[in-house]
Every structure is written in structure tokens, then in C-alpha cells.
């Protein structure tokens, strides 16, 4: 293949992939013109690209309007790396809900961002923005600090690097003061954030560690920072952590 032919494809690729990352949650089905407008991709090639998508059932046609099609549920539940973690996981993420009644959270790290790999959502926990495959900058997550503070530095430096973006009203946004915070999570064992994430909200987090003490993934509990206090849930979301890295080991 020519350096033409490798560009023209690697374009065609990236295309592609734009079309379907420009679903946002809550999207039912999205015109040619409005996946123009969010990709950058002109509304000719959207048409002929969409199509193409659509006949691969990775994308449905809904009259003038195209939604993500079934299929890519199916390679979804094929690809993921961490469907055994996943199933590992949730009982005990069952127990500790049951046991606090808030919602509990699985993720795991990716670039800069955590992605929710599971979610057990609690009767008496507020509403809150995080969704399965959802992702939430890490330095704004419980679960994300939790992961931070025992991954080599060059996988914090990355994040830094990326920008601290507030968040929530208390959102970390100096690296220095992020650093001083993920060795005192070295140091117990634990994160909290407390409005770091969104109005309201307290989670603490416990990683998930391999034999060698490098996170795998990590556990939170999050609630109402008026109703939930850190110091009472923190012993059953370290023991939770504590049980699930040894049973994952």
C-alpha cells in the first residue's frame, strides 16, 4: 500500500470512529447535519460513511436519522478486557451496597479519565452523572485519587500534564496540592473527595491491588456529604477492597 493509499485509509478510520463516538448519553438519534456539525466531517461524506456503517449493522437507519445499532453492543460484550473483573466483582459490590445503602462503583483507569466498569446504585444515594462505560476525569474521583496514588509517577505526571479541570466546587486543580493529597491516600490506604466530583456528594475509594501493589482497578461508595460520614463507611470500603484484591490475586 502507498503512503496515498495508507493516508486516504487512516482518514476513512478516523471518520468512521468520529461518526460513532459523537453519540452522547441521552441520544436516541442523530441527523446527518448534526453528525456533520459534531465530527467535522462534511455532511456528503457523513451520508455515504453512515451508510456504510448501517449496512454492517453497527449503525440502524430511523427514517432521515441514524442511532448506534445492536451490533456494536455484541463486540462491546466480546472485547472488553474486563468482563472477569466485572463478574469477580459483583457480589461484593452487592454486599457492600446492601450493607450502606449507598451506590458503589468499580473503575478503572484510562489515560487521564476513569471509566466505570460497573455500577451498583443505592435506595438512599443521590443522583449522580456517573454511568457503566461512562468516564469522569480521575483527579475529580475518589476512584480515580485511589488508583493515582499507587501508579508509577510518569501515569500522575500524565494527568497533571492534561490539565486539572475543576469539576465539582472543590475539585483539586493545583498538581502540587494533588500530590500532597495522593501520598496521604498512599498513607491510608484510602481516597475521599467531598464535593470534588459534583454538588452534594461524598465518596471514599479503595484500590484494587495486584500481588506487586500496582492498582488494578479500584472500589468507591458514594452518598450524601450531609448524610454520609467518611469514617464510618471507611472500614467496609477497605475491607471490601482489601477482600476483592486478595480474591482477584
Given at each position: 500500500?502507498?503512503?496515498?493509499?495508507?493516508?486516504?485509509?487512516?482518514?476513512?478510520?478516523?471518520?468512521?470512529?468520529?461518526?460513532?463516538?459523537?453519540?452522547r448519553p441521552g441520544d436516541e438519534a442523530l441527523g446527518a447535519s448534526e453528525l456533520a456539525r459534531r465530527t467535522?466531517?462534511?455532511?456528503?461524506?457523513?451520508?455515504?460513511?453512515?451508510?456504510?456503517?448501517?449496512?454492517?449493522r453497527l449503525l440502524e437507519r430511523d427514517g432521515g436519522t441514524f442511532r448506534l445499532g445492536l451490533k456494536l453492543?455484541?463486540?462491546?460484550?466480546?472485547?472488553?478486557?474486563?468482563?472477569?473483573?466485572?463478574?469477580?466483582?459483583?457480589?461484593?459490590?452487592?454486599?457492600?451496597r446492601e450493607a450502606t445503602r449507598n451506590t458503589v462503583h468499580l473503575a478503572v483507569l484510562e489515560g487521564t479519565e476513569v471509566v466505570y466498569l460497573d455500577i451498583v446504585r443505592g435506595p438512599d444515594?443521590?443522583?449522580?452523572?456517573?454511568?457503566?462505560?461512562?468516564?469522569?476525569p480521575a483527579h475529580a474521583t475518589a476512584v480515580g485519587k485511589a488508583i493515582l496514588a499507587f501508579s508509577p509517577e510518569p501515569v500522575l505526571d500524565k494527568v497533571i500534564a492534561a490539565g486539572l479541570r475543576r469539576v465539582g466546587p472543590r475539585t483539586i486543580t493545583a498538581p502540587g496540592l494533588l500530590r500532597r493529597h495522593l501520598a496521604k491516600v498512599r498513607a491510608d490506604g484510602l481516597?475521599?473527595?467531598?464535593?470534588?466530583?459534583?454538588?452534594?456528594?461524598?465518596?471514599v475509594a479503595g484500590p484494587l491491588l495486584d500481588r506487586f501493589g500496582t492498582p488494578r482497578a479500584a472500589i468507591s461508595l458514594s452518598g450524601w456529604s450531609n448524610r454520609v460520614r467518611a469514617e464510618r463507611v471507611a472500614p467496609a470500603v477497605r475491607t471490601t477492597a482489601l477482600t476483592l484484591s486478595r480474591a482477584l490475586s
Open positions: 500500500m502507498c503512503a496515498t493509499e495508507r493516508d486516504g485509509a487512516g482518514l476513512t478510520a478516523t471518520r468512521l470512529t468520529a461518526l460513532l463516538t459523537a453519540f467535522g466531517v462534511p455532511k456528503s461524506s457523513v451520508h455515504r460513511l453512515a451508510g456504510h456503517l448501517a449496512a454492517q453492543f455484541e463486540i462491546g460484550q466480546l472485547a472488553t478486557r474486563q468482563r472477569g473483573l466485572v463478574d469477580a466483582a459483583r457480589p461484593y459490590l452487592a454486599d457492600l444515594a443521590p443522583a449522580l452523572p456517573s454511568r457503566i462505560g461512562g468516564r469522569f481516597a475521599q473527595e467531598r464535593e470534588e466530583s459534583g454538588v452534594g456528594v461524598i465518596c
